[in-house]
């Protein structure tokens, strides 16, 4: 799987980074500054990859691209969409997380009360009006125009029905049961101006995974551009964790 913004040559833990639908790996780009020679980054473009785009298909796709390319479990930062992906990887093959990193996301869409009306949208106003709607909303404080320029330029290459697929199966899939069964050190980041989930959501999902460790930051539904430092100090944090974990606890020294 190709991926975006990927510090290759660096020596260290690997750190798996899915997107949200209609973003950019580049958005990643501020957290992969902050962590250059600690970690090896890999960021993935998974909608500009062949379809189906489920996220079950994805999270499939992943394993693989994890397995070739790596040969080892991974840290996997999942925001948004990437989130739900990221959690349909660790149900589907624990094996290959060693930690999540949870960004503005869920195990399902209850309380998500615009999907529908964007599903909507998709299907109907597919273009660079729409692109600007969606990635607009997903900052609280707008990013540099270049950086506009450039998701605007990432969105318009991604086929309509990669957004289409991707939406309908995170509002068709509850991963609600599966949190339990997960043993891998998790960490949810949430941001309190996110204006599309709530911080009572961020909660009930740390609240359902064991051991998760929930924090509140000032930012909107993209704290991995619009507050990079926080989110690489948890992330550190999170590795921390990770070199202390026992047997199933997410070791990242445990072969595959």
Same mark, same amino acid.
């Given at each position: 799987?190709?991926?975006?913004?990927?510090?290759?040559?660096?020596?260290?833990?690997?750190?798996?980074?899915?997107?949200?639908? +209609?973003?950019?790996?580049?958005? @990643?780009?501020?957290?992969?500054? &902050?962590? #250059?020679?600690?970690?090896? @980054? %890999?960021?993935?473009?998974?909608?500009?990859?062949?379809?189906?785009?489920?996220?079950?298909?994805?999270?499939?796709?992943?394993?693989?691209?994890?397995?070739?390319?790596?040969?080892?479990?991974?840290?996997?930062?999942?925001?948004?969409?990437?989130?739900?992906?990221?959690?349909?990887?660790?149900?589907?093959?624990?094996?290959?997380?060693?930690?999540?990193?949870?960004?503005? =996301?869920?195990?399902?869409?209850?309380?998500?009360?615009?999907?529908?009306?964007?599903? =909507?949208?998709?299907?109907?106003?597919?273009?660079?009006?729409?692109?600007?709607?969606?990635?607009?909303?997903? @900052?609280?404080?707008?990013?540099?125009?270049? @950086?506009?320029?450039?998701?605007?330029? /990432?969105?318009?290459?991604?086929?309509?029905?990669?957004?289409?697929? #991707? +939406?309908?199966?995170?509002?068709?899939?509850?991963?609600? *049961?599966?949190?339990?069964?997960?043993?891998?050190?998790? =960490?949810?980041?949430?941001?309190?101006?996110? *204006?599309?989930?709530?911080? %009572?959501?961020? &909660?009930?999902? #740390?609240?359902?995974?064991?051991?998760?460790?929930?924090?509140?930051?000032?930012?909107?539904?993209?704290?991995? /551009?619009?507050?990079?430092?926080?989110?690489? =100090?948890?992330?550190?944090?999170?590795?921390?964790?990770?070199?202390?974990?026992?047997?199933?606890?997410?070791?990242?020294?445990? *072969?595959?």
């Amino acid at each position: 799987m190709p991926t975006g913004d990927d510090e290759r040559g660096v020596r260290g833990p690997v750190v798996l980074a899915v997107p949200g639908t +209609l973003c950019a790996p580049a958005v @990643f780009r501020p957290l992969a500054g &902050r962590l #250059a020679g600690q970690v090896e @980054f %890999d960021a993935v473009s998974w909608m500009t990859e062949p379809g189906p785009w489920d996220l079950g298909t994805v999270a499939d796709r992943l394993a693989a691209h994890i397995t070739r390319r790596h040969g080892a479990p991974v840290v996997v930062v999942g925001h948004s969409t990437g989130g739900a992906i990221a959690l349909r990887l660790v149900a589907a093959h624990a094996g290959l997380v060693a930690g999540l990193l949870l960004v503005d =996301t869920g195990a399902h869409m209850r309380g998500h009360g615009d999907v529908d009306a964007i599903l =909507t949208a998709l299907a109907t106003d597919w273009g660079p009006r729409l692109h600007a709607g969606v990635l607009d909303r997903s @900052f609280a404080t707008p990013p540099d125009p270049a @950086f506009r320029d450039e998701l605007l330029d /990432y969105a318009a290459a991604v086929p309509v029905q990669a957004a289409l697929d #991707a +939406l309908r199966s995170q509002r068709d899939l509850d991963l609600t *049961p599966e949190l339990a069964r997960i043993d891998c050190p998790v =960490t949810v980041l949430h941001g309190r101006r996110d *204006p599309t989930r709530t911080p %009572d959501q961020a &909660r009930e999902l #740390a609240d359902a995974i064991p051991g998760a460790r929930l924090h509140l930051l000032d930012a909107g539904h993209t704290p991995v /551009y619009e507050a990079p430092d926080e989110v690489a =100090t948890e992330l550190l944090a999170l590795l921390t964790r990770l070199r202390g974990a026992g047997p199933g606890g997410g070791s990242l020294e445990s *072969p595959m």
